[in-house]
Structures are given as structure tokens and as C-alpha cells.
């Protein structure tokens, strides 16, 4: 695996591999790689001939009450994790390399960020698609993964690529769960003991608006009570929302469908978690981790 941390050299090793007739996979992370962003890694693959993996924890995303400077990183141990997960490419850049100056100009996400997260996290998908939309340029892949965990941020991403006419395909790669169904994120191991016990109440939540869905349940409000009696009952969990929305416009749907986005955010002591399924499909659709 090579380590690239130059914008000019990642541009330069990814048109080499594009002229020699091979395909380029693109990750694009924040680090503290988990089996979630590895199974980003094993999808590129599968996709691609060749796999860039980027870490880059991106300041301009974070807010001023964000954890920006907490944010978890272990350099070597994402080194030997994407390199032992097949990875031929690791595009470490610098802040100063990425950002020589404050970027004035951004990519504004419009009202795809008017609900869910966008509101409660302001400037913050400004701050993915602006760094997001650079990595693109840098590496030029022909297929990036993202997360289904980030639905919101996976379908604002597609959609940028697609106003914009970013020569890039968005795969977006169901979410990756523990056993007792808890959502993979690097914000998990802010969790202490008894909060982590709690926290699959999320997931479960979510399957009881999917089971109340599947037994003929349409109006919305009565879906969203749901997943918000199963956080009610753990006393760590403070929720912050849930809704239910049309998953491609990302506005709150009236009339309710199978493919209807169902997304919540809670906190958990320090810990910020957002989960989210397609209402038709439940947690039933994602990656299950066996105990
Ligand atoms: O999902 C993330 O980890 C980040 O938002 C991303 C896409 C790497 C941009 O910084």
C-alpha cells in the first residue's frame, strides 16, 4: 500500500491507474477506522481495481460545540487496518495542504439540508460537500462509497455529483451493526459501559417503527411515537429527533411509503449517535456483525 500525502502526487498515482485501463475505488474517512469504514474498503473493492482509502478529519464540518478536537485518531493502527483490508492507496493530506487558506468559496447543500441533522448541525454539510467535492477532484475515482449510516449525508453527496456533473458513481453500502444492532460509528467509543447498553435502543426503535409499518401503521406521527417510546425508555438517552422523510428530496413525507427515510439523532452522555433505516426494510436490510 502506498501513502500519499500530496493533493498533486494522489491526482497523479490516479491517473496513472486510470491510463493503464484499471478502475479507481475511493473511501473517503475521518480515521479511527472501524469494521463499518472496512467494509466500505471491501465494497471499493469489489467494485474497482484499485482502492484509495482518505483520512482526513475535516475541521470545516464541525461546529463550534462539535467534538473536533476529541475526535478520535490512531494513525498507525488505520496504516495496518486498510492495509490489511486490501487497500492499495492511503491519501493522508494535511489541513495546511487541503485548506492554505480558509475556503471562501463552498458547495451549499440547499434544502436537502433542511431537516434531519441540517438544522441542529448548521454549516456542517457545507463543510462534507466542500471537502468532499476536493477529495473527488484529487483522487478523480470512478466509484466512491459512502455509508448508508450518514443517509442524509450519502443522498446530499449524490445528489452535489449529480447537479455538478462530478464524472463519479455514489455507492451508497448499507450500514454495518453490532450484534445487538447498535449502528458502527467513531463516535461509539465516547460511550461508557452503561451507556453503551442503552445505545441499541436506537436500532431497536427504528425495527418497532418498521414492525408497526409492516402491520399497517401510515400515519407518521403515530410511527415517529415508535422509535420515540423505545429511547423513552432508557433514561440515558436524551433524543435530539426523529423523522420520517421522502429519501431522495429529504423532506417530511405526508403520506407514507415503504421507501420512506425514518432517521433519528440521540445523545448519550458525550456521545452525538444518528441511525436511520428505509421504513419498508428495517434494520433487516443492513450488515449484522455476529456476536
Ligand atoms: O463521513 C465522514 O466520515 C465524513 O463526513 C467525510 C465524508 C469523510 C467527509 O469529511
Known amino acids: 500500500m502506498i501513502e500519499i500525502s500530496d493533493p498533486q502526487q494522489m491526482r497523479a498515482w490516479s491517473r496513472a491507474v486510470r491510463s493503464s485501463g484499471q478502475t ?3 473511501v473517503a474517512t475521518m480515521g479511527y477506522l472501524h469494521e463499518g469504514h472496512l467494509h466500505l ?7 474497482t481495481d484499485q482502492v484509495v482509502a482518505s483520512i482526513f478529519v475535516n475541521p470545516i464540518q464541525f461546529g463550534p460545540q462539535d467534538d473536533l478536537l476529541r475526535y478520535p485518531r490512531d494513525l498507525e493502527h488505520d496504516r495496518a487496518a486498510a492495509l490489511q483490508r486490501g487497500a492499495d492507496c492511503l491519501f493522508v493530506p494535511d489541513e495546511s495542504v487541503m485548506y492554505p487558506s480558509p475556503p471562501l468559496v463552498r458547495v451549499a447543500p440547499g434544502s436537502l439540508a433542511d431537516h434531519l441533522c441540517g438544522p441542529r448541525r448548521p454549516g456542517h454539510f ?24 450518514d443517509a442524509q449525508q450519502a443522498v446530499i453527496i449524490g445528489r452535489m455529483v449529480a447537479d455538478l456533473n462530478v464524472p463519479t458513481e455514489i455507492d451508497v453500502a448499507p450500514t454495518l451493526r453490532e450484534a445487538d444492532g447498535l449502528a458502527m460509528s467513531s463516535r461509539n467509543v465516547y460511550l461508557t459501559e452503561e451507556e453503551r447498553r442503552a445505545a441499541p435502543a436506537l436500532a431497536r426503535g427504528l425495527d418497532a417503527a418498521h414492525r408497526a409499518f409492516q402491520s399497517g401503521t401510515r400515519d407518521p406521527e403515530a410511527l415517529i411515537a415508535a422509535v420515540r417510546q423505545c429511547l423513552a425508555a432508557e433514561p440515558e438517552i436524551d433524543t435530539e429527533y426523529v423523522e420520517l422523510v421522502d429519501q431522495r428530496s ?5 403520506s407514507v411509503t415503504a421507501d420512506a427515510l425514518l432517521a433519528a439523532a440521540v445523545h448519550l452522555g458525550s456521545a452525538r449517535l ?5 421504513l419498508g426494510e428495517g434494520t433487516a436490510a443492513d450488515i449484522r456483525l455476529k456476536g
Open 24 to 26: 479507481v475505488g475511493f
Open 41 to 47: 474498503i471491501d465494497r471499493a473493492r469489489e467494485r
Open 126 to 149: 457545507e463543510g462534507v460537500l466542500t471537502v468532499v467535492i476536493k477529495l473527488l477532484h484529487i483522487v478523480e475515482p470512478d466509484v466512491a462509497v459512502f455509508g448508508r449510516k
Open 250 to 254: 429529504l423532506q417530511p413525507v405526508t
Open 274 to 278: 444518528i441511525d436511520n433505516i428505509i
